[in-house]
């Protein structure tokens, strides 16, 4: 249930993420190597970067290989915060680029791996970008984040609600305010590695050794300051 990835550190292009390592979001598309629900993900994908303090967005509906725009794009937007997502649709769900990742709101970029009852999470917010499941479990978080909490409170306050309104969601968060990252594990994989600045994603992009899988049921906070990872109790 798609694949996601961020960098938060020195400016570099979105290739990073994409097409540079031999396992990038580009290969895990169609060749996921630790993906544990479906085999492919080639409904959409979404690159996200932000130009100062602005957060910009490309998303489509069809595979990321068959974008003929999307290398000379990747390779020109440059960036201290970027994220990226290719996406395997939860069956029902609708393929249109509002119900691609990454959702924004103000200075916010989310992405969600994973998947979850809509009626868990539409009581979390008044209205959603997309009707999508995805979309409803952003909205519950900018909801919280224009109240002015804090990633450290709202992140493990949604996806607790979720999972107290569906027991089997995944719930698989990214998140991004330009400055900072979070990232939420629960019910999939998710991995870190630490250089001049911090990487995340669903599964390693390469295979450098330093990759760190982060315990199932975390929140991981990224800042220039360092990177902690704590239990969603």
């Given amino acids: 249930m798609c694949r996601h990835a961020a960098w938060l550190g020195p400016a570099r292009a979105l290739t990073t993420l994409i097409s540079d390592p031999e396992h990038g979001l580009l290969r895990q598309s169609y060749a996921p190597r630790l993906q544990k629900y479906g085999t492919v993900n080639a409904d959409g994908f979404g690159l996200?970067?932000?130009d100062g303090s602005r957060p910009v967005r490309y998303r489509r509906t069809?595979?990321?290989w068959t974008d003929a725009n999307m290398p000379g794009l990747a390779a020109a937007a440059r960036s201290t915060c970027?994220?990226?997502?290719?996406r395997s649709a939860t069956v029902g769900m609708p393929i249109e680029e509002t119900a691609t990742a990454p959702f924004a709101d103000g200075p916010w970029l989310l992405s969600h791996n994973g998947r979850v009852r809509r009626e868990a999470v539409r009581p979390l917010a008044a209205d959603?970008?997309?009707?999508?499941?995805?979309?409803w479990l952003a909205a519950a978080a900018f909801t919280r984040l224009r109240d002015g909490l804090s990633?450290?409170?709202?992140?493990?306050?949604?996806v607790r609600t979720a999972a107290e309104g569906d027991?089997?969601?995944r719930l698989n968060l990214l998140v991004t305010g330009g400055s900072h990252l979070a990232a939420v594990a629960w019910g999939d994989t998710l991995f870190t590695h630490l250089e001049e600045g911090v990487l995340v994603a669903s599964e390693p992009l390469d295979d450098r050794p330093g990759w760190r899988a982060v315990p199932d049921r975390s929140l991981l906070l990224a800042s220039p300051?360092?990177?902690s990872v704590t239990p969603i109790d």
Avoid: H, T
Avoid at 82 to 86: H, R, S
Avoid at 128 to 135: F, I
Avoid at 151 to 158: C, E, M, N, R, S
């Fill in 128 to 135: 959603a970008e997309s009707g999508c499941d995805s979309a």
């Fill in 62 to 64: 069809v595979p990321i």
């Fill in 151 to 158: 990633l450290a409170d709202v992140l493990p306050a949604v």
């Fill in 82 to 86: 970027l994220i990226a997502a290719v």
């Fill in 225 to 227: 300051d360092g990177v």
């Fill in 48 to 50: 996200g970067w932000y």
């Fill in 167 to 169: 027991p089997e969601a």
